[in-house]
């Protein structure tokens, strides 16, 4: 049949390899068999995409459990409707964990334009969510933002959840660049099956691509 490969059993007959699906990889099974088609593995997975061309009040990427130790989440090309901070809150079971346990730091710093580095640091305690940074992200295309965040063993239930991470901030498009580490965790022991981002004044955003990774470990 088009598409097969012959090869040869463990008595050195010949035969078919059964042709693939799509995006399949040829695998050895060893030594005395045929090879087969399956898909490919890797310890660095990507779950999903949520690409964002119009408003959205929130973006949420679900879909974490045990399957990896380490989940990672990549958001690019961030646009938001009015400059306003970005958060994210943990989801569980229940929805987005929105009791007011959540605490941590940012450390960084900025530069306004044609002028000195400052300081970007700051800390939050006893607040209702997370935030990847403390400035806003711009309002057009030509000044979009980008973070990073790892979280951690989210389906272990003994442990409070927490992610961390660094962002490069394009802010009041253009006017600010800050760089910046940022962590947090939430104070109650919870399995987390996802994050939700969200601005803080509620205007929307409006661009960005936000993709989910697993992480074997």
């Known amino acids: 049949t088009d598409g097969n490969i012959i090869s040869y059993d463990a008595s050195g007959n010949p035969v078919a390899v059964a042709t693939g699906s799509a995006g399949q990889v040829l695998t050895s099974a060893g030594a005395g068999a045929p090879p087969t088609f399956a898909a490919a593995s890797s310890d660095f997975v990507k779950i999903s995409t949520t ?40 989801i569980n079971a229940s929805g987005d964990i929105t009791s007011s346990a959540y605490y941590g730091a940012i450390a960084g710093a900025f530069n306004p334009y044609n002028s000195g580095v400052q300081s970007a640091d700051v800390g939050d305690y006893n607040i209702d969510h997370g935030r990847v940074t403390n400035f806003d992200f711009s309002t057009n295309a030509s000044h979009a933002s980008s973070f990073e965040m790892l979280i951690p063993n989210p389906s272990n239930s003994a442990t409070y959840p927490y992610a961390y991470g660094q962002s490069f901030t394009n802010s009041q498009n253009g006017s600010y660049v800050i760089s910046q580490i940022f962590g947090y965790t939430h104070t109650t022991a919870s399995i987390v099956t996802g994050i939700k981002f969200y601005i803080n004044d509620g205007s929307n955003i409006d661009g960005g691509n936000f993709s989910l990774y697993g992480i074997k470990g």
């Open 51 to 90: 690409t964002v061309s119009s408003g959205v009040a929130s973006v949420s990427l679900t879909g974490m459990n045990s399957t990896y130790k380490n989940y990672k989440i990549i958001v690019n090309d961030i646009e938001q409707a009015s400059h306003s901070n970005g958060y994210f809150r943990f």
